[in-house]
C-alpha cells in the first residue's frame, strides 16, 4: 500500500493539539502551520475551540472535509478510541507520537498488538509509536517535534532514534546541508525500513538514503529491497557492544543482532556502513551532489605540502590509491609552479594558491588517464584569498567535469568566502583532508556495489 498519505497528505488532522507553548501538540500545530505547509491543518482537542488562529474539533469525525494524515499526540490511554475514529473517517495515514508500547517491556508489547489491529482493520499505515514525526521539505511538511525545517535537498534520513534525528536535522540546517524526508521510524510496528526504502527508492526528490539503525525487523526483505535500489544507501548501525545491544533493546524494544552479521548482510546488500554520524552526513553530501567515479586512483593538490600527505595516508588506509601521473600531465603542471613545488602526484604548489595554478593544475590532472577523482586541499594563509582558489574549482565543476571533485578548504576564520563558493557551485567540502578522504571512498564504494552487487533491472 502506497505510504502517500503518510509523506504527501494535503489535508492533516493533529489528534492532541494543545494551546499551550512548549507542549508537542501545540508544537505539531505551529510547525505544520509555519513550514509554508499548503494543505489544510486541523487541530483536534475537545477541550479547546480555537488553537494558533485555527478551528479545533472536537473529534476527527467532525472534521467537515477529508484527511489524509493524523498525527496523534495524546495519552496512551486514549490512542485505541482516536485511533479507531481516524479509522472511520477514512484516514490513510498515522504518524503515533505517543509511547509507552513495545518499548517497555510485554505490557507494552500487547498494548501495540491492539494498535496493530485497529490499524489493519481499516487499511491504514502507521508510522510508530514512540515517533517525533516526519518532515517533507519539498512540501513544506513539518509533522515532527523538529524546531525548523530543513533545507530542500536530495538527502533523505531514516531514524530509529527520534531525539537523534531532531538534533542531526538541527545539525545539517547550520552545516547548509539539504535534507529531503526525515522520518524517525520509532518502534516500527507496521511501516519499517522495508516500506520506506521502496518508497524512498521511487521518490523522485531523494538521491541519497541515508540511516540510523539499531535493529532491522525483516532482515531478508529488508537485504533484497536493499539490493535492488541503485541510490546509494548510507548506514549507521548502532549497538555494537554488549553494553550498547542492552541500550538498544530499552531505547526501542529492537534486539541490535550480531554486529559482525549486520556488516556482512549490508556489505552483501550494497549498504555502505559508516563508523558515525560525522560519516554518515559527510559521504551523504559527496553522494548527493558528485558523480561516481571509474576506480580508485586519486589525484590530490594542496598548496602546504603537510595536508597533501596527511590526504595521501588516509587515501592508503582507505583502500584508494594515489597513482602516478603521465609524463605530459607532470610537464605541463611544471609551467604553472615553481621550481621548488612538486609536480608529482600529490602536487604541491609550495604555497601558491592563485586561480591560474588552481585551475590550471586541476584540469591537466583530471585529463589524465591515470585518475579517477580529484582531492583539491587550501591550506589558507594571509598571503592568499580564499574564494580565488575556491572560483578556480566551481569554474571547472561547472563545466562538463564528469570525474567527482571533493573539496578540503582549511584554516577556519579567513576561508568562510571560498567556503561559501563552493557550496553555491556544488562542491562538497570538507575542514579536515581526512574527512575528505573518507567522503570519497563512499563514492568510491558505491561505484563498486553498482558494479558487483546491485541487481541489474
Known amino acids: 500500500m502506497t505510504l502517500k498519505s503518510i509523506f504527501e497528505p494535503d489535508s492533516i488532522a493533529v489528534v492532541g493539539a494543545s494551546a499551550s507553548p512548549g507542549k508537542w501538540g501545540n508544537s505539531i500545530v505551529k510547525n505544520l502551520l509555519d513550514s509554508g505547509f499548503k494543505g489544510e491543518v486541523y487541530p483536534v482537542n475537545p477541550r479547546e475551540q480555537e488553537i494558533l488562529g485555527r478551528t479545533c474539533y472536537s473529534s476527527v469525525l467532525d472534521i467537515p472535509g477529508p484527511v489524509d494524515l493524523a498525527v496523534i499526540a495524546v495519552p496512551i490511554s486514549l490512542v485505541f478510541e482516536v485511533t479507531d475514529e481516524c479509522g472511520k473517517k477514512g484516514i490513510k495515514g498515522i504518524i503515533m507520537i505517543t509511547a509507552g508500547f513495545s518499548e517497555t517491556g510485554d505490557e507494552g508489547r500487547q498494548l501495540e498488538k491492539r494498535l496493530i489491529e485497529i490499524i489493519e482493520r481499516y487499511g491504514m499505515r502507521l508510522i510508530g509509536p514512540n515517533t517525533l514525526g516526519v518532515v517533507n521539505s519539498k512540501i513544506g511538511m513539518n509533522a515532527s517535534i523538529i524546531s525548523r525545517l530543513p533545507n530542500p535537498g536530495g538527502i533523505s534520513f531514516i531514524t530509529q532514534s527520534g531525539t537523534l534525528g531532531l538534533a542531526l536535522a538541527d545539525w ?61 544507501i548510507l548506514a549507521v ?35 555502505i556502513r559508516v563508523e558515525n554520524i560525522d560519516d554518515l552526513f559527510d559521504s551523504a553530501l559527496a553522494l548527493s551532489v558528485q558523480p561516481a567515479p571509474r576506480g580508485k586512483r586519486v589525484g590530490i593538490i594542496s598548496n602546504g605540502g603537510g595536508a597533501s600527505i596527511i590526504a595521501s595516508d588516509a587515501c592508503e588506509r582507505m583502500g584508494l590509491d594515489i597513482p602516478e601521473l603521465q609524463l605530459e ?40 588517464p591515470n585518475i579517477d577523482a580529484m582531492i583539491v586541499i587550501y591550506v589558507h594563509t594571509v598571503m592568499w584569498d580564499a574564494s580565488i582558489s575556491a572560483r578556480a574549482i566551481v569554474d571547472i565543476h561547472r563545466g562538463t567535469c564528469s570525474k567527482p571533485i571533493i573539496a578540503c578548504w582549511m584554516g577556519g576564520a579567513g576561508t568562510e568566502k571560498g567556503v561559501n563558493i563552493l557550496k553555491e557551485g556544488g562542491l562538497p567540502n570538507y575542514p579536515v583532508p581526512e574527512r575528505a578522504v573518507k567522503a570519497l571512498a563512499s563514492l568510491v564504494k558505491h561505484h563498486g556495489f553498482l558494479e558487483n552487487v546491485k541487481e541489474r533491472v
Do not use: C, W
Open 172 to 232: 545539517t540546517m547550520e552545516m547548509g546541508l539539504g535534507l529531503n524526508i526525515v522520518v524517525s521510524t520509532g518502534n516500527k510496528a507496521n511501516i519499517d525500513d522495508v516500506d520506506l526504502l521502496e518508497y524512498l527508492d521511487e521518490d523522485s526528490n531523494t538521491n541519497v538514503i541515508a540511516m540510523y539503525v539499531e535493529g532491522v525487523n525483516r532482515g531478508r526483505e529488508f537485504m533484497n529491497v536493499a539490493k535492488r535500489i541503485s541510490k546509494p
Open 237 to 271: 548501525k548502532a549497538g555494537r557492544t554488549e553494553s550498547g545491544s542492552k541500550a538498544v533493546f530499552s531505547h526501542t524494544g529492537s534486539l541490535a543482532g550480531s554486529d559482525e552479521v549486520y556488516s556482512a548482510a549490508f556489505k552483501q546488500a550494497g549498504i
Open 329 to 368: 600531465t607532470r610537464e605541463r603542471i611544471k609551467e604553472l609552479v615553481s621550481g621548488f613545488a612538486s609536480a608529482r602526484n600529490p602536487v604541491d604548489t609550495a604555497g601558491l594558491a592563485g586561480y591560474d595554478v588552481y585551475n590550471g593544475i586541476v584540469r591537466q590532472m583530471l585529463l589524465d
